[in-house]
Structures are given as structure tokens and as C-alpha cells.
């Protein structure tokens, strides 16, 4: 099937910058879209940053791109605040040989904000 290997989180500072980085491997697939979510503790899961839109926490902060040549998409995190802190996780919808749409997700990286 396919695999999703997200990377780039840690620790930071409050005010420092993370690029998280989710790589969509596997074969006979197409990738209809990627976005980024994020589960804090005690919280439910949220959508990040889709193609389209943000969540207005990030919203002037936090920046996604797609690299589609290499099946990839990247979370450029900025400004980071302590309130950022969670597990960040890669979700892509993927259409399948058999002509079905399907949402995979990747294991998450831990995003730690504090000082």
C-alpha cells in the first residue's frame, strides 16, 4: 500500500521555526491531496493546513507546500508558540488501483514547543 514517513520535529524555542516533511512512498497510486493535522494532549485531533486553507491558529504562520515530483509535502512552522506543541501528522488521500479513493496517514512526529 502506501506509506507516509513524516520528519523534521523537536524541540524548540518559543519563536523558533520547524519544516516538518511527509514523504509518500509505495507503488500504483496517485495522490489526490496532502494535508497536515495535529493532536495535542487531551485534545482532538485538527486540521492543520490543507491545500486551501488553515487553521486561523496557524493561520500567518505556518506555510504548506507540495513537492509533487517527489510525492511530498512540507509544513513550514514559523513563530512557533507553546500552544503548537503536539504530534503532527500527515494525511493523504490517495486514489488506489482498484478505482477507490482512500485516506492514509503517516505515524506523526512530536513538535515540542517550550523554553
Known amino acids: 500500500q502506501v506509506q507516509l514517513a513524516e520528519s523534521g520535529g523537536g524541540l524548540v524555542q518559543p519563536g523558533g521555526s520547524l519544516r516538518l516533511s511527509c514523504a509518500a512512498s509505495?507503488?500504483?497510486?496517485?495522490?489526490?491531496?496532502m494535508d497536515w493535522y495535529r493532536q495535542a494532549p487531551g485534545k482532538q485531533r485538527e486540521l492543520v493546513a490543507g491545500?486551501?486553507n488553515y487553521a486561523d491558529s496557524v493561520k500567518g504562520r505556518f506555510t504548506i507546500s507540495r513537492d509533487n515530483a517527489k510525492n511530498t509535502v512540507y509544513l513550514q512552522m514559523n513563530n512557533l508558540k507553546p500552544e503548537d506543541t503536539a504530534v503532527y501528522y500527515c494525511?493523504?488521500?490517495?486514489?488506489?488501483?482498484?478505482?477507490?479513493?482512500?485516506?492514509?496517514w503517516g505515524q506523526g512526529t512530536q513538535v515540542t514547543v517550550s523554553s
Open positions: 491545500s486551501t
Open positions: 509505495g507503488s500504483s497510486f496517485t495522490i489526490n491531496a
Open positions: 494525511r493523504a488521500e490517495v486514489h488506489r488501483p482498484d478505482g477507490y479513493d482512500y485516506a492514509y
